[in-house]
């Protein structure tokens, strides 16, 4: 299975400024999916998108599935210093396998 | 979170010896994985178990073997540790595969390894 592709690899933000990350693939997806790690931590899972064009919120995240299952995003709104951390999307990479993005890297000045 | 453990959780050791890193289990799923994260890489895939017995590669298995002769525990060996190896190596268990379409990772709290 082919990587996807995260943008940007950092982004450093004031607390309460929004954030977005992107997973991008050239093939489309069967679904696309989401992990958290905090600084010293493991990866956690946040969610997980199949449909096309699909939207889901969690608090102030909204993921994003795009119309050509291709792409995908995670924008936080009104960030705080406990979103600090790395976010990954992640695909099926046939055979029961999971393969990451390279995961954005965030941080919040408080 | 779920009931998965690794040993040891930190280990520094030399070129050239063999290092084992164990994962363990209690939830009974089925898949179990060993990733590796470096700087600029993110999560990359070493080696995936669907089963007792039952294993195959990932993107960068070279240098390492893999065993599981017990659902709850997938080992995870060095043969003859390289500094190239020096990283932090996640296991992973999902109770469905890829081709469900429901493979959510419950990962371990990871192991640091430092090849000197």
């Known amino acids: 299975g082919q990587q996807v592709m995260q943008i940007p690899q950092y982004q450093h933000v004031q607390e309460g400024e929004d954030f977005t990350t992107y997973c991008n693939s050239s093939t489309t997806l069967s679904n696309i999916q989401w992990y958290k790690q905090r600084p010293g931590g493991h990866p956690v899972f946040l969610i997980q998108l199949v449909k096309s064009g699909e939207v889901k919120k969690q608090k102030r995240l909204t993921f994003q599935f795009g119309e050509a299952k291709k792409n995908s995003s995670l924008h936080i709104t009104a960030t705080q210093t406990t979103d600090v951390g790395t976010y990954f999307c992640?695909?099926?990479?046939?055979?029961?396998?999971?393969?990451f993005g390279k995961g954005t890297k965030l941080t919040v000045n408080p | 979170d779920a009931g998965i453990t690794q040993s040891p959780r930190h280990k520094v050791t030399e070129t050239g010896t063999p290092v084992t890193l164990r994962c363990h289990q209690t939830?009974?799923?089925?898949?179990m994985y060993w990733y590796r994260q470096d700087p600029g890489h993110g999560l990359r895939l070493i080696h995936y178990s669907y089963g007792v017995k039952d294993t195959d590669k990932g993107e960068v298995s070279d240098g390492y073997s893999v065993s599981r002769s017990k659902t709850e525990d997938f080992l995870l060996t060095l043969e003859s540790a390289t500094s190239s190896q020096t990283s932090v190596y996640f296991c992973a268990i999902s109770e469905y595969g890829g081709s469900s379409g429901a493979n959510v990772l419950t990962f371990g709290a990871g192991s640091r390894l430092t090849v000197l």
């Open positions: 992640a695909r099926e990479g046939g055979s029961e396998k999971l393969v």
């Open positions: 939830e009974n799923h089925r898949y």
